[in-house]
């Protein structure tokens, strides 16, 4: 148990669903993350949330769509989503500072789109 | 552009020792990170160095050359639970974490 609470597990959706999947966190962190992690590639940094304010966003096509409504749950709207989005998507949160600090990761989401 | 290398896979013998290697070259530095991954579960963190040298914890030691852009993780007496991925993953000059593709290592009896 990481502190960090990822659901649903496991998903499967078509290509015209829409879903979301949900993250909470209870450490006191005040930045979350969503990383997309495929089979045999680096963790993929999708967005980064940083005092409830969306800092990052590498490029993420905007099928994905993510929502921070607080410092504790971070969410990622799915929608119209292409079979090559099948992964494992993974949360994390940290202390947003310089220097020390590491990430926690939730258990992930296993999604596949068909 | 920004790069982290690590082998794809290794194998080693219960009660041996491994070293994992990691390379990095990145816009700036500002620690770097291991992390274990079991199959279908979450990262989580095993060691952080920021100054050249040594760190030891356990079973597990943590060394960084900053000069060499270069890391490796050792595992010592090792048991058939630390069959798993072990992620490196850097600190760039904007905090964020960078992070090589992972190292399966695989357990033999």
């Known amino acids: 148990e990481t502190g960090v609470t990822q659901t649903p597990r496991h998903l499967v959706m078509g290509m015209t669903n829409k879903k979301s999947l949900k993250c909470e966190q209870h450490?006191?962190?005040?930045?979350m993350y969503w990383y997309k992690q495929s089979a045999k590639k680096p963790l993929e940094l999708m967005f980064v949330?940083?005092?409830?304010?969306?800092?990052e966003n590498n490029s993420v096509p905007s099928r994905f769509s993510p929502e921070c409504p607080n410092s504790s749950h971070l969410f990622l709207h799915l929608h119209t989503l292409q079979p090559e989005d099948s992964a494992l998507y993974l949360c994390?949160?940290?202390?947003?500072?310089?220097?020390?600090?590491?990430?926690?990761f939730g258990q992930g989401t296993r999604l596949t789109v068909v | 552009g920004q790069n982290i290398d690590q082998p794809t896979e290794m194998t080693a013998t219960e009660g041996a020792i491994v070293q994992i290697n990691c390379t990095y070259q990145?816009?700036?530095?500002?620690?770097l990170f291991w992390y274990q991954q079991h199959a279908g579960e979450a990262p989580t963190f095993l060691s952080y160095?920021?100054l050249d040298g040594l760190e030891e914890k356990g079973r597990f030691s943590s060394f960084l050359s900053r000069s060499k852009g270069y890391s490796y993780l050792l595992l010592k007496e090792l048991q058939m639970k630390d069959s798993a991925s072990y992620l490196c993953?850097?600190?760039?000059?904007?905090?964020?974490?960078?992070w090589g593709a992972g190292t399966k290592l695989i357990i033999k009896p």
């Open positions: 994390a949160s940290s202390h947003n500072e310089e220097g020390y600090t590491e990430a926690f």
């Open positions: 450490l006191g962190h005040n930045a």
């Open positions: 949330y940083s005092l409830e304010e969306r800092v």
């Open positions: 990145t816009s700036g530095f500002n620690g």
């Open positions: 160095n920021v």
């Open positions: 993953a850097v600190k760039d000059s904007n905090y964020q974490l960078i």
